[in-house]
Structure formats: C-alpha cells, structure tokens
C-alpha cells in the first residue's frame, strides 16, 4: 500500500484545514485508515481512525467534535480539522492496514505509513 498525505499549512487558531491521503495497491477488500500525528518531543498518537467496510470511526478524545474521518472511496481519505488549536500543532500521517482494520487507533496496528504532512496552528 502507498500512501501520499497532502493538505497541511499554517493556520490560525480557530480555522481550518483539510488533509488528504491519497492511497493506492490495496489487495484486500478490508482496510483500515488511520491518522496519527507527532509533536515535537512527543510520542506519535491516533487523532482518527476509520474501517474501510463500512467507515466505522474512531476519534480520539482530544479532537473529538473538532476533527472529521472520512472515505471516498478506498483511494481517497480525508482529515477535516475545524476549530484548531495551537496544541494541534503536529506532523500528520496517514496510515493503512490491507486486509484488516485497526480496533485501537493505535501506530503499532499499521504497517503502512504516508510522509507526514505539516499543520502549524497559531495562537
């Protein structure tokens, strides 16, 4: 599986910002997609989570109400980030698992990893 993450910018905080992941060779019909992110000196964490058969999701608390998974299809994901905080401030990555989907929102449930894309958020 390959994934390329695009979207991520500087931003106020209280705007918005929409990543995309953009995924490609998947040889199973089931899939999980995963964003996770990393700030500096901090561990990688799971914002959101979603199933590929039927786009069950998973936020974690920190964004839940302010953060939306989404599907188009198997190729297409979607972040959308509203309300931003400057603790939002991270790299961005989009992961998959082909051929199951991750129960926990948790980086060692995924194999496959974008580059990460950058979201700065001012205060």
């Known amino acids: 599986v390959q994934l390329v993450e695009s979207g991520g910018g500087l931003v106020q905080a209280g705007g918005s910002l929409r990543l995309s992941c953009a995924a490609s060779k998947f040889t199973r019909d089931e899939y999980g997609i995963g964003w996770f992110r990393q700030a500096p000196g901090k561990e990688r964490e799971g914002v959101a989570c979603i199933r590929g058969s039927d786009y069950t999701t998973y936020y974690a608390d920190s964004i839940k109400g302010r953060f939306t998974v989404s599907s188009d299809n198997k190729n297409m994901h979607y972040l959308r980030m509203n309300s931003l905080k400057p603790e939002d401030t991270a790299v961005y990555y989009c992961?998959?698992?082909?051929?199951?989907?991750?129960?926990?929102?948790?980086?060692?449930?995924?194999?496959?990893w974008g580059q990460g894309t950058q979201v700065t958020v001012s205060s």
């Open positions: 992961a998959a698992l082909d051929g199951m989907y991750g129960r926990y929102c948790q980086t060692w449930e995924y194999d496959h």
